[in-house]
């Protein structure tokens, strides 16, 4: 056992667990210590500040400079309180993943003295220098000004020595250079618009909110195994690997009892996170080897998002600890799943309504069809789009790559739904009845079991799971705030155009209800187009679904384009969310990050290829045929011809196989070249699509022939049983 694979594994095999100790106390006396919560500002802050706070948290209130004064000095106090010695506003930028620069509380003031200082001008806004920061051209480095302005409706929260302020990162000029602005504005837009329709049904709120509950998965290797892999560490994906022979095909792993080591990693992360206010509340094995899901309580879309990016950076640090690497890679190994974060998305007012839950009443259950109506509408006229705000270069090898959920944006509901909006479709006039409501639909109940019992299909992208919509085509490794924007900016001009149609129908003379039943009944007829409940994954769905006019290309640059339709640059501008600047320059990064992942996976690749594989190919083709000379030797010729059949046929695949995956490589480096010197960032990016990413495929196929030729004693990289059984 002389290689350092081997000395890897060894190390994986004996490492021992590290037992998480969690306090032995009620979850309930720590939850949250580490976040500036209402509880932690009744010791800070005074009862007016208080006040004016939760007005901007509640209703977008300002805040005076006054008022930011005393928060900033409240927050201050409290956060020394708890140790911290910096600060640092916290944004999330389009580079995936969060950024923070941290500033000393400490202001020394030349005297040879300090004190510590942080002021509400400094709460409020900091311009850090932007310049390395992904704008889409948006901003020339000669003018890398850009600002972070704190978002009041997260609450500040501690890591480590350091207090976190969650902000938006915007350009001089306004435009978004980050995910949280926009997601805000669609916040805003989709309440203003759910608002404006709910009055109809007489409910008047001030607010509607879009709740997210998203579900992480993820993959744990052990860390020494993971040292020992360049493609990991490099590119977040194995670019080569044979199968093991038992992976995920006996289904033992799902819902199957957690491992000793992962479940003290999961017990930690778990402290953490209550610690500071995540609401975690599920944890289990998910279908592939050390594959696993994390998830919360559902909350407000900003909040659960915010909580969702400091979940994916604290796994990281936990897992450290436990000698483990978390991969969110979305595709991390071939030939077993790959990892998304569900996004369960819904509305619903401060009141407790949910829009997307059925009720008792008719009139109830009118509400409850009129949203899910023109959900289904904005899904089906911008599916395109939705796809578009979830496909990476890292999430395409799960959307259409024959794994859940497919590359066609369509919508499950389940029988019960599906059956309402038929009679629904069927049905005219409402049957006047006495009684609270004084009518009735003529369809028939949606029972109110609905929401537990709803029938479950595991492959549609956008699937009603009996209170919400449960959208699995987003990634693990994504900001959910791409795919929740897009969703509540595309139900917000949905239910616009709804208001409309429906005034009109008033306006002409329709009684109120009827002209909201009317109205209902001819969206869904519009879009019912988007609805699929069977198997997503089969021939014929794909040829049905062109033919329904859904969008099936699967080629992520060119399904960009759909950031830049027409419809889309109109909807965006409607409802306030982005102009076409901002969008323009999304789309520019977009594609821009596209090539840089391929770009890196093809180098490593390339690296892999020539310097750990071929190498260690040759060395071992060389003992064979040393072997096969000193057979000559021994054998009369008839013998020979026998004997060394076998390995003068593995000598032949060797070569074969070293020969292909030496001129590929070389030729995929090339091509690379070739297509990064183009000038046009969408044109590179079809390029790598199209004419670089075949090599990866093709390379691969003679590595993994030859790591199963090639004594595994010389073999170099930590194989899949063992990254993947290994705990
Ligand atoms: P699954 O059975 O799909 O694996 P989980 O229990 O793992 O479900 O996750 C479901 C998620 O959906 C949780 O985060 C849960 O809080 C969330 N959820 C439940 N109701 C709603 C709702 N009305 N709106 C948004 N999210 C919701
Ligand atoms: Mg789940």
Request: aromatic share 10%; glycine share 6%; hydrophobic share 40%.
């Amino acid at each position: 056992m002389s290689n350092s694979r081997f000395r890897a594994v060894e190390e994986a095999f004996v490492r021992e667990t590290v037992v998480a100790v969690p306090p032995a106390r009620a979850t309930s006396e720590y939850y949250g210590c580490n976040v500036f919560n209402r509880k932690n500002m009744r010791k800070y802050l005074s009862a007016d500040t208080r006040q004016k706070v939760y007005e901007s948290i509640e209703q977008g209130v300002t805040l005076s400079r006054e008022v930011a004064e005393h928060v900033a000095a409240g927050m201050k106090r409290w956060a020394m309180d708890m140790g911290a010695t910096h600060y640092t506003h916290w944004f999330q930028p389009l580079t995936g993943g969060t950024a923070e620069k941290h500033d000393s509380f400490a202001e020394p003031y030349g005297k040879g003295e300090s004190l510590e200082e942080f002021t509400g001008k400094l709460l409020c806004q900091q311009e850090p220098d932007a310049s390395s920061f992904p704008s889409g051209g948006l901003r020339n480095t000669f003018e890398a000004r850009g600002y972070t302005a704190w978002d009041p409706s997260s609450p500040a929260f501690i890591m480590g020595d350091c207090l976190c302020i969650p902000t938006v990162f915007i350009s001089y000029t306004g435009e978004a250079l980050d995910y949280k602005a926009p997601l805000l504005k669609s916040e805003t837009a989709v309440s203003k618009a759910a608002a404006e329709v709910l009055k109809y049904f007489g409910i008047e709120e001030d607010f509607v909110y879009s709740y997210l509950g998203w579900e992480q998965e993820y993959f744990l290797v052990d860390a020494a195994l993971y040292a020992q892999r360049p493609d990991l560490i490099m590119a977040e994906r194995t670019l080569v690997g044979h199968n093991s022979a038992r992976n995920q095909q006996l289904e033992d792993h799902y819902f199957g009892s957690i491992p000793g080591r992962v479940i003290e990693f999961m017990k930690d992360l778990e402290f953490e996170c209550y610690k500071l206010g995540i609401p975690i509340k599920t944890r289990h094995n998910e279908v592939a080897p050390n594959q696993f899901e994390i998830a919360p309580v559902f909350e407000q879309a900003n909040l659960a998002i915010d909580h969702n990016l400091v979940l994916m950076a604290l796994m990281k640090t936990v897992a450290e600890k436990h000698g483990f690497k978390v991969l969110l890679h979305e595709k991390p190994f071939a030939g077993v799943n790959g990892s998304g974060k569900h996004c369960n998305w819904s509305l619903g007012t401060g009141s407790g309504i949910g829009l997307m839950s059925p009720g008792k009443t008719d009139e109830e259950n009118l509400r409850f069809l009129t949203f899910m109506a023109n959900v289904l509408k904005a899904v089906y006229d911008n599916n395109a789009l939705l796809k578009a705000c979830v496909l990476t270069a890292s999430n395409a090898h799960r959307l259409g790559a024959n794994e859940a959920p497919p590359a066609i944006i369509s919508s499950f509901l389940g029988t019960q739904v599906t059956t309402a909006f038929n009679e629904l479709l069927n049905s005219t006039d409402m049957v006047k009845i006495s009684g609270k409501s004084g009518y009735s639909l003529g369809i028939p109940q949606i029972p109110q079991l609905l929401i537990d019992n709803t029938d479950r299909n595991r492959t549609s992208p956008f699937a009603f799971t009996g209170n919400r919509f449960e959208f699995r085509a987003v990634g693990s490794s994504a900001n959910c705030a791409s795919a929740i924007t897009v969703l509540n900016t595309i139900t917000a001009y949905q239910l616009e155009r709804f208001k409309e149609a429906v005034d009109k129908r008033i306006a002409a003379g329709t009684p109120v209800m009827q002209a909201v039943l009317d109205e209902t009944r001819e969206t869904y007829r519009a879009c019912q187009k988007v609805c699929f409940d069977g198997n997503g994954y089969s021939d014929e769905w794909k040829a049905e679904a062109a033919k329904r006019g859904l969008d099936c290309e699967t080629s992520a640059p060119v399904v960009y384009d759909a950031f830049l339709s027409p419809q889309t640059l109109e909807i965006y501008k409607d409802t306030n969310v982005m102009t076409d600047v901002e969008l323009r320059a999304r789309t520019e990064i977009n594609w821009e990050i596209y090539c840089k992942k391929i770009e890196i996976e093809v180098r490593v690749l390339a690296d892999l290829t020539a310097n750990h594989i071929l190498p260690v190919a040759t060395r071992y083709q060389s003992i064979l045929l040393d072997n096969v000379s000193k057979m000559k030797e021994i054998f009369s010729p008839g013998e020979y011809e026998q004997v060394a059949a076998g390995e003068i046929q593995i000598i032949k695949d060797i070569a074969i196989h070293t020969s292909e995956a030496r001129a590929l490589a070389i030729e995929m480096e090339k091509v690379c070249d070739e297509v990064s010197a183009c000038e046009c960032e969408r044109s590179k990016a079809v390029g790598f699509h199209d004419k670089v990413i075949p090599y990866l495929e093709k390379i691969r196929e003679h590595v993994d022939a030859l790591e199963m030729i090639v004594d595994d004693d010389m073999w170099p990289l930590p194989k899949y049983r063992e990254l993947l059984f290994i705990r």
